[in-house]
């Protein structure tokens, strides 16, 4: 039906995530159809972005450099560190542009039902910055899932005991969200977080 | 936010129809993730997918190959002409396993709006298939949009005079489909194609 090497990209394509055939065969035509620069473009991104990315020895988020620019930023304050599981969480944090202070990426969530233990996480690559840092306040933005308990409550137990505070972040009604339609795990954390106004 | 390599990935992807920035962030994070050989085989199909794929000139489907698999296949009855807008429609129309004739590609729809005429489409090339081929049917598989009309309408004016029949695919309820839902044009369409059973 398709010519050999459309029907090789086709296939390439439909690997990715959330790219089913005819999705992977509308972006095929597509870049057959525009000029031949754009998709040798993307096919030298992929080749680049493949060879060069590494991770930052520091805080282990994706870096082509190393350290990665965020922790050479002069402007950052040393003294607290945002533990996040995987990178995609620290572009989240950063986007808000609320947080100054430097990063861990984790690399993952504990989860003993696919064999991920503390050992398999950069958590003594973690413990070992928060020891030899001047850190004051260690803050994990980790999802509210079982596995993501789990690891908040491992860092905790052993982040504190090396002498700084450790946060975590709210949970509780989204801004935009109705009462009405929260559900019940939500709601039980807005409550739970209450505030003094 | 992100290293360059990873930023021009994630430009690069969101050029693609239907990919925007959180999708693109996604795969591009999804890629490197990966073993690197995944991004580099997508890679190098894009690289060779925009070198080796050409039009057939015979039928003006992509293909590696001049003629294309499907003008030099021996089952293939010379005299039935399946004429499509683009080579995705040929592939719907291949799909069904129906249609044992030959192909040939538009590459687009009259539309004066953008300035495509007959000239800009393979119709003069079609025309010539049609008066030195042993053309006996000319299938019209052209979806029944305003540009379509307009090039079905064209067409049939001047594949008539050279000879052959020329039909158009049915249009109508489709199967699967529910009456009380159709809307007014299709179920026109229905209508005025009602067969004697």
Do not use: W
């Not at 190393?66 to 930023?73: F, G, I, N, S």
């Not at 039902?113 to 070992?128: A, T």
């Not at 491992?154 to 709210?170: E, M, Q």
């Amino acid at each position: 039906m398709y010519t050999r090497p459309l029907a090789r990209l086709i296939e390439h394509l439909q690997r990715l995530p959330g790219i089913g055939p005819k999705t992977a065969q509308r972006l095929a035509f597509h870049l057959l159809r525009r000029p031949k620069s754009e998709a040798l473009q993307l096919a030298q991104a992929l080749v680049e972005a493949t060879e060069q990315i590494g991770v930052c020895s520091r805080c282990f988020n994706l870096s082509a450099e190393d350290p990665c620019d965020l922790c050479r930023q002069p402007g950052r304050q040393g003294e607290m560190i945002c533990v996040v599981a995987e990178p995609r969480d620290l572009v989240a944090i950063e986007r808000t542009r609320e947080f100054k202070g430097h990063y861990h990426v984790l690399g993952g969530l504990i989860n003993p039902m696919e064999g991920i233990g503390p050992e398999q996480l950069r958590i003594k690559e973690l413990l070992q910055r928060v020891g030899t840092d001047t850190v004051k306040e260690v803050i994990l933005a980790i999802n509210p899932s079982t596995e993501g308990e789990m690891t908040t409550m491992y860092l905790s137990k052993y982040v504190k005991v090396l002498g700084p505070r450790v946060t975590r972040i709210a949970f509780g009604l989204p801004v935009g969200g109705d009462l009405e339609y929260a559900d019940e795990m939500t709601l039980a954390r807005a409550l739970e977080g209450r505030r003094e106004i």
